[in-house]
């Protein structure tokens, strides 16, 4: 385990709020990216960084439902980006660049959740390619803004779900095993771990921190693929194990990791409850703490290489 996943005490807990964590904290001429800033967590998370001050890009898939989704907000622009189609990451990173503004806050919020067996057109399982290799690929191309920023942060948006399976290296994308939906997520998000982790090492010489996040336990449109049935016995089976939070109180430990001036110096750490999270055992039973296997450096730099030969990218400093 690493050291580093020692909690700070923040002052901040499982009830806080986006606002909260935000407040006295303005954000004016501050610059965002949000992906899927517009639905669940991501709309309140790209309500609190505008309502703080901030400009807040939200890229999206479907941008008609953002549209509507982000009427009457102020500072928002709204884009066209799907992660599982490497040619649209690659023109919405275009587009960005030729700004020429520099990018100090880069969310990587979106994601979906225990989807039916699905490749993308490059063979990629669908979840690790929507919620991992589509949000690496797209940091990577918009590194020279990051490194423009002086003091970039990017937040990785991961979940308790980690616990549920590591990256299985011998097969990620289930040529060969049987598909089972939650390990496929659960891989999906103990990725988004290690790509943190991986990146912060990197970023860390250039004043590019990164962090992972887990929001908490949510009902949101991230549901959508469950079944009425499964939604309602998964919702009473997390009860049992913590309470559950609403969108405001999900937002805030990204919105801490992206801004919060306790973080200064620090990056590569798993955190929840807008908090570091404390490093627990494999076999812990809780869905609170992070496992051995998200915050494994060598697991960290072996998924990196994956993701750089799946995406034909290379980390260039």
Same mark, same amino acid.
């Not at 890009?57 to 549209?67: H, L, Y």
């Not at 982000?70 to 990173?93: C, H, M, N, T, Y």
């Given at each position: ?30 610059? %965002?990216? =949000?992906?899927?800033?517009? &639905?669940? $967590?991501?709309?309140? @998370? ?5 309502? /703080? *001050? ?90 020279? %803004?990051? =490194?423009?920023?002086?003091? &970039?942060? $990017?937040?990785?948006? @991961? ?5 549920? /399976? *590591? ?90 990791? %992206? ?59």
């Amino acid at each position: 385990m690493t050291s580093k996943q020692t909690p700070l005490g923040s002052g901040f807990g499982a009830e806080s709020t986006a606002r909260e964590v935000l407040a006295g904290r303005g954000l004016d001429g501050m610059l %965002a990216i =949000v992906t899927g800033g517009y &639905a669940g $967590v991501g709309l309140e @998370t790209t309500r609190a960084l505008a309502a /703080a *001050g901030a400009t807040v890009i939200v890229p999206a898939r479907t941008p008609d439902k953002a549209r509507a989704a982000l009427a009457g907000l102020e500072r928002i622009e709204l884009e066209a980006l799907d992660l599982a189609d490497p040619k649209s990451v690659d023109a919405f990173a275009a587009r960005f660049l030729s700004s020429k503004r520099a990018l100090p806050l880069l969310l990587n919020n979106a994601g979906i959740m225990a989807t039916p067996f699905e490749r993308d057109a490059r063979g990629f399982e669908s979840q690790l390619a929507t919620n991992h290799i589509g949000h690496f690929q797209l940091t990577l191309r918009l590194w020279p %803004a990051l =490194v423009q920023a002086r003091g &970039a942060r $990017v937040v990785a948006l @991961t979940s308790a779900g980690h616990r549920r /399976a *590591g990256i299985d290296f011998a097969d990620p994308h289930f040529e060969h095993r049987e598909y089972d939906k939650w390990i496929a997520y659960g891989q999906s998000k103990t990725a988004n771990a290690l790509f943190a982790l991986a990146l912060d090492r990197r970023g860390e010489p250039h004043g590019v921190r990164a962090f992972s996040v887990h929001p908490g336990a949510i009902v949101t449109d991230l549901m959508r693929h469950m079944s009425p049935e499964e939604q309602e016995s998964t919702v009473t089976r997390f009860q049992q194990l913590a309470k559950m939070k609403n969108v405001e109180q999900g937002a805030a430990t990204s919105l801490w990791c %992206a801004t919060s001036p306790q973080l200064s110096g620090m990056g590569g750490v798993y955190c929840e409850n807008a908090d570091i999270a404390r490093a627990v055992p494999a076999d812990y039973p809780g869905v609170d703490g992070v496992r051995p296997w998200a915050t494994d450096p060598e697991a960290a730099e072996q998924l990196w290489t994956l993701s750089e030969r799946w995406t034909g990218l290379r980390f260039a400093a």
